[in-house]
Protein backbone atom coordinates (compact mmCIF):
# COMPACT_ATOMS: atom_id res chain seq x y z
CA UNK A 1 0.00 0.00 0.00
CA UNK A 2 0.73 3.50 -0.50
CA UNK A 3 1.32 4.50 3.35
CA UNK A 4 2.41 2.73 6.73
CA UNK A 5 -0.40 -0.05 7.94
CA UNK A 6 -0.82 -1.05 11.47
CA UNK A 7 -2.79 -3.89 12.89
CA UNK A 8 -4.90 -4.70 14.79
CA UNK A 9 -6.50 -1.19 15.14
CA UNK A 10 -7.55 -1.64 18.21
CA UNK A 11 -6.57 -4.71 20.71
CA UNK A 12 -8.55 -5.49 23.79
CA UNK A 13 -6.07 -7.78 26.61
CA UNK A 14 -6.55 -8.68 30.06
CA UNK A 15 -3.99 -7.81 32.34
CA UNK A 16 -1.16 -10.92 32.28
CA UNK A 17 -1.54 -11.70 28.66
CA UNK A 18 0.83 -11.60 26.18
CA UNK A 19 0.08 -9.11 22.66
CA UNK A 20 1.58 -8.73 19.18
CA UNK A 21 1.48 -4.99 17.38
CA UNK A 22 2.40 -5.56 13.53
CA UNK A 23 3.40 -2.87 11.44
CA UNK A 24 4.08 -2.67 7.25
CA UNK A 25 6.38 0.26 6.88
CA UNK A 26 6.53 2.03 3.52
CA UNK A 27 8.27 -0.15 0.85
CA UNK A 28 11.82 1.12 0.26
CA UNK A 29 11.73 3.15 4.00
CA UNK A 30 14.92 1.70 5.96
CA UNK A 31 14.04 3.60 9.23
CA UNK A 32 11.71 1.97 11.32
CA UNK A 33 10.32 3.59 14.83
CA UNK A 34 7.75 2.58 17.61
CA UNK A 35 6.06 5.15 19.63
CA UNK A 36 3.82 4.84 22.60
CA UNK A 37 1.14 7.94 22.50
CA UNK A 38 -0.92 8.42 25.93
CA UNK A 39 -4.01 10.24 25.63
CA UNK A 40 -3.24 14.16 25.72
CA UNK A 41 0.47 13.33 25.53
CA UNK A 42 2.47 13.44 22.23
CA UNK A 43 3.99 10.29 21.28
CA UNK A 44 6.96 8.77 23.08
CA UNK A 45 9.92 7.49 21.20
CA UNK A 46 10.56 3.50 21.90
CA UNK A 47 12.10 1.80 19.87
CA UNK A 48 14.30 2.13 16.22
CA UNK A 49 15.48 0.20 13.16
CA UNK A 50 17.82 0.20 10.29
CA UNK A 51 16.98 -2.34 8.57
CA UNK A 52 16.76 -5.26 10.41
CA UNK A 53 19.31 -4.19 13.03
CA UNK A 54 17.67 -2.34 16.44
CA UNK A 55 19.87 0.65 16.96
CA UNK A 56 18.25 2.12 19.71
CA UNK A 57 15.86 0.69 22.04
CA UNK A 58 16.43 3.14 24.68
CA UNK A 59 12.73 3.78 25.05
CA UNK A 60 11.14 0.55 25.97
CA UNK A 61 9.58 0.37 29.06
CA UNK A 62 10.65 -2.88 30.85
CA UNK A 63 11.79 -5.87 29.69
CA UNK A 64 8.54 -7.27 28.70
CA UNK A 65 8.78 -5.24 25.94
CA UNK A 66 10.25 -7.10 22.32
CA UNK A 67 10.34 -5.23 19.02
CA UNK A 68 12.15 -7.31 15.64
CA UNK A 69 11.95 -6.29 12.30
CA UNK A 70 13.93 -9.73 11.01
CA UNK A 71 13.68 -8.99 7.22
CA UNK A 72 14.23 -5.33 7.20
CA UNK A 73 10.24 -5.00 6.62
CA UNK A 74 7.61 -5.60 8.52
CA UNK A 75 7.68 -5.22 12.33
CA UNK A 76 6.45 -6.77 15.25
CA UNK A 77 6.19 -4.93 18.75
CA UNK A 78 5.46 -7.34 21.29
CA UNK A 79 4.12 -6.83 24.91
CA UNK A 80 4.62 -10.23 27.41
CA UNK A 81 2.85 -10.02 30.56
CA UNK A 82 0.94 -7.14 30.15
CA UNK A 83 -0.09 -4.79 33.00
CA UNK A 84 -2.97 -1.91 33.17
CA UNK A 85 -0.18 0.94 32.33
CA UNK A 86 0.33 -0.83 28.90
CA UNK A 87 -2.83 0.69 27.93
CA UNK A 88 -1.96 3.36 25.21
CA UNK A 89 -1.78 4.28 21.25
CA UNK A 90 0.95 2.16 19.43
CA UNK A 91 2.27 4.21 16.28
CA UNK A 92 4.82 2.81 14.34
CA UNK A 93 6.33 5.08 11.52
CA UNK A 94 8.94 4.70 8.64
CA UNK A 95 11.02 7.11 6.56
CA UNK A 96 14.45 7.17 4.68
CA UNK A 97 17.35 7.18 6.47
CA UNK A 98 18.54 10.28 8.10
CA UNK A 99 17.79 12.84 11.06
CA UNK A 100 16.03 15.31 8.49
CA UNK A 101 13.75 13.21 6.99
CA UNK A 102 9.69 13.28 7.63
CA UNK A 103 8.37 10.39 9.20
CA UNK A 104 5.36 8.37 7.78
CA UNK A 105 2.78 7.19 10.64
CA UNK A 106 0.43 4.50 10.69
CA UNK A 107 -2.65 5.51 12.59
CA UNK A 108 -1.69 3.37 15.25
CA UNK A 109 -2.96 0.18 17.64
CA UNK A 110 -5.28 1.03 20.38
CA UNK A 111 -4.09 -1.02 23.27
CA UNK A 112 -6.62 -1.88 26.59
CA UNK A 113 -5.78 -4.01 29.04
CA UNK A 114 -8.04 -5.31 31.81
CA UNK B 1 16.93 16.16 29.22
CA UNK B 2 15.72 18.28 27.00
CA UNK B 3 12.48 19.66 27.36
CA UNK B 4 9.71 20.66 24.82
CA UNK B 5 6.69 23.15 25.71
CA UNK B 6 3.59 23.39 23.90
CA UNK B 7 0.90 25.58 24.71
CA UNK B 8 -1.57 22.73 26.17
CA UNK B 9 -5.02 24.94 26.30
CA UNK B 10 -6.55 24.67 22.99
CA UNK B 11 -6.46 27.32 20.35
CA UNK B 12 -9.81 28.81 19.59
CA UNK B 13 -10.00 31.06 16.32
CA UNK B 14 -11.95 32.35 13.58
CA UNK B 15 -11.99 31.18 10.38
CA UNK B 16 -9.95 33.41 8.43
CA UNK B 17 -7.66 34.53 10.90
CA UNK B 18 -4.25 33.19 11.68
CA UNK B 19 -3.48 31.07 14.49
CA UNK B 20 -0.34 30.88 16.00
CA UNK B 21 1.11 28.11 17.81
CA UNK B 22 4.30 27.81 20.12
CA UNK B 23 6.97 25.33 20.72
CA UNK B 24 9.72 25.97 23.42
CA UNK B 25 12.94 24.46 24.29
CA UNK B 26 14.86 24.55 27.46
CA UNK B 27 18.38 22.89 26.26
CA UNK B 28 20.26 22.92 23.19
CA UNK B 29 18.76 23.67 19.78
CA UNK B 30 18.15 20.46 17.33
CA UNK B 31 19.54 20.47 14.42
CA UNK B 32 16.06 19.77 12.54
CA UNK B 33 12.54 20.83 14.34
CA UNK B 34 9.89 19.25 12.78
CA UNK B 35 5.84 19.84 12.91
CA UNK B 36 3.03 17.13 12.40
CA UNK B 37 -0.43 17.42 12.20
CA UNK B 38 -2.52 14.84 14.28
CA UNK B 39 -6.64 14.21 13.94
CA UNK B 40 -8.59 12.38 16.56
CA UNK B 41 -7.44 8.17 15.86
CA UNK B 42 -5.18 8.80 13.72
CA UNK B 43 -1.49 9.06 12.94
CA UNK B 44 0.51 12.34 12.87
CA UNK B 45 1.06 13.95 9.23
CA UNK B 46 4.34 15.68 8.28
CA UNK B 47 3.80 19.19 7.47
CA UNK B 48 6.85 20.80 7.74
CA UNK B 49 10.91 20.71 8.94
CA UNK B 50 13.04 23.90 9.63
CA UNK B 51 16.57 23.23 10.20
CA UNK B 52 18.66 25.34 12.78
CA UNK B 53 20.44 27.58 10.81
CA UNK B 54 17.00 28.96 8.78
CA UNK B 55 15.14 31.54 10.12
CA UNK B 56 11.72 31.06 7.94
CA UNK B 57 10.07 28.24 5.76
CA UNK B 58 6.08 28.27 4.47
CA UNK B 59 4.37 25.84 2.24
CA UNK B 60 0.91 27.07 1.09
CA UNK B 61 -0.80 28.64 4.03
CA UNK B 62 1.54 27.29 7.15
CA UNK B 63 4.50 28.95 7.88
CA UNK B 64 7.83 27.59 10.77
CA UNK B 65 10.16 30.18 12.59
CA UNK B 66 12.93 28.74 14.53
CA UNK B 67 14.94 31.61 16.88
CA UNK B 68 17.88 29.35 18.39
CA UNK B 69 18.53 32.50 20.53
CA UNK B 70 14.45 32.37 22.10
CA UNK B 71 14.97 29.06 22.22
CA UNK B 72 11.76 29.03 20.29
CA UNK B 73 9.89 27.93 17.06
CA UNK B 74 6.56 29.38 16.24
CA UNK B 75 3.94 27.73 13.92
CA UNK B 76 1.42 30.24 11.65
CA UNK B 77 -1.87 28.90 10.12
CA UNK B 78 -2.35 32.01 7.82
CA UNK B 79 -7.06 31.98 6.33
CA UNK B 80 -7.33 29.30 8.44
CA UNK B 81 -10.03 27.08 7.53
CA UNK B 82 -12.49 24.42 9.94
CA UNK B 83 -10.46 22.03 8.15
CA UNK B 84 -7.72 23.19 9.84
CA UNK B 85 -8.90 21.95 13.29
CA UNK B 86 -6.83 19.32 14.38
CA UNK B 87 -3.61 18.59 17.14
CA UNK B 88 -0.62 19.92 16.07
CA UNK B 89 2.79 18.70 17.50
CA UNK B 90 6.24 20.18 16.97
CA UNK B 91 9.44 17.83 17.46
CA UNK B 92 12.86 17.52 17.98
CA UNK B 93 14.98 15.44 15.50
CA UNK B 94 17.71 13.43 17.35
CA UNK B 95 20.08 10.59 16.80
CA UNK B 96 18.99 8.51 14.07
CA UNK B 97 16.15 10.70 13.49
CA UNK B 98 14.14 9.43 16.79
CA UNK B 99 11.54 12.16 17.16
CA UNK B 100 11.19 13.94 20.60
CA UNK B 101 7.85 15.11 20.99
CA UNK B 102 5.87 18.26 22.67
CA UNK B 103 2.41 17.17 23.67
CA UNK B 104 0.92 19.31 21.22
CA UNK B 105 -1.78 22.22 21.06
CA UNK B 106 -5.26 21.74 19.67
CA UNK B 107 -6.56 23.88 17.26
CA UNK B 108 -10.27 24.87 16.69
CA UNK B 109 -11.44 26.82 13.68
CA UNK B 110 -15.13 28.25 14.10
CA UNK B 111 -16.88 29.14 10.94
Given at each position: GAGVSQSPRYKVAKRGQDVALRCDP???HVSLFWYQQ???QGPEFLTYFQNEAQLDKSGLPSDRFFAERPEGSVSTL???????EDSAVYLCASSLAGSNQPQHFGDGTRLSIL | SQKIEQNSEALNIQEGKTATLTCNYTNYSPAYLQWYRQDPGRGPVFLLLIRENEKEKRKERLKVTFDTTLKQSLF???ASQPADSA???CA???GWGKLQFGAGTQVVVTP
Open positions: ISGALGKIQRTQQ | HITTYLFSG
